[in-house]
Structures are given as structure tokens and as C-alpha cells.
């Protein structure tokens, strides 16, 4: 059974950095593309970022470009989302999901088959 655990979320001032992981288990990652999408309260669900199978190319929302970073360690099983300038826009709960079917980087939340429980990130003006 396919598990993705986030972890990394927290309280952080504006201007400061996290760093969010997606650790899975259960099938072989590295074969996945996998996004990061956020939701704020009463929003929808949006796509982040995202990084293909191989690592090789990766897909961000403009309100993040610059500041985002997304990166995967298929050795161990696992997707980074490094942010970086955070702002209070950018607080959400934070959702990793993989995507086993397709190629390329799906940026609809619908392409994927996959969700972990979502790491809240907060960002104190």
C-alpha cells in the first residue's frame, strides 16, 4: 500500500525558510512525478511545484518561482520542497502527491493518485 508522509511544516517569520519533505513507502518512487500543492482556508487546492520521475525537470506556479525549490533523493524514497523569502501568502496546508501513470508533470490535482495528510506551514507577518 502506497503511504506519503509530509513532514517539515511549522511557524516561521516572513522572509525565513522551511524545508518540507514527502517520504514514501509501499512502491518505487522513483518512478513517480510527484507536486506539492497548498490550500489555505476556504481556497482551493493549488499546484506548487513539481518534479518528474527522473528529477530531470521540474514545474513551478509563478507565485513561487525564485523562491521555491523542488528536489527529490530517489535513494531515499523522498521529495524535498525547499522554500525560501516566505511570505504570509504562502500559508497553507501543504500536500505532497505522486503520480505513477502519466509522464510528465501533471499540474492538475486530479492527475494524481497519491496524497499525503498535509504539513500545515504558517508565515508570521
Known amino acids: 500500500q502506497v503511504q506519503l508522509v509530509e513532514s517539515g511544516g511549522g511557524l516561521v517569520q516572513s522572509g525565513g525558510s522551511l524545508r518540507l519533505s514527502c517520504a514514501a513507502s509501499?512502491?518505487?518512487?522513483?518512478?513517480?512525478?510527484v507536486g506539492w500543492f497548498r490550500q489555505a482556508p476556504g481556497k482551493e487546492r493549488d499546484f506548487v511545484a513539481g518534479?518528474?520521475?527522473?528529477?530531470?525537470?521540474?514545474n513551478y506556479a509563478d507565485s513561487v518561482k525564485g523562491r521555491f525549490t523542488i528536489s527529490r533523493d530517489n535513494a531515499k524514497n523522498t521529495v524535498y520542497l525547499q522554500m525560501n523569502s516566505l511570505k504570509p501568502e504562502d500559508t497553507a496546508v501543504y500536500y505532497c502527491?505522486?503520480?505513477?501513470?502519466?509522464?510528465?508533470?501533471?499540474?492538475?490535482?486530479?492527475?494524481?493518485?497519491?496524497w499525503g495528510q498535509g504539513t500545515q506551514v504558517t508565515v508570521a507577518s
Open positions: 502527491a505522486a503520480d505513477w501513470r502519466r509522464s510528465g508533470i501533471p499540474v492538475d490535482l486530479y492527475a494524481y493518485d497519491y
Open positions: 509501499g512502491r518505487t518512487f522513483s518512478s513517480a512525478a
Open positions: 518534479i518528474s520521475s527522473g528529477g530531470g525537470s521540474t
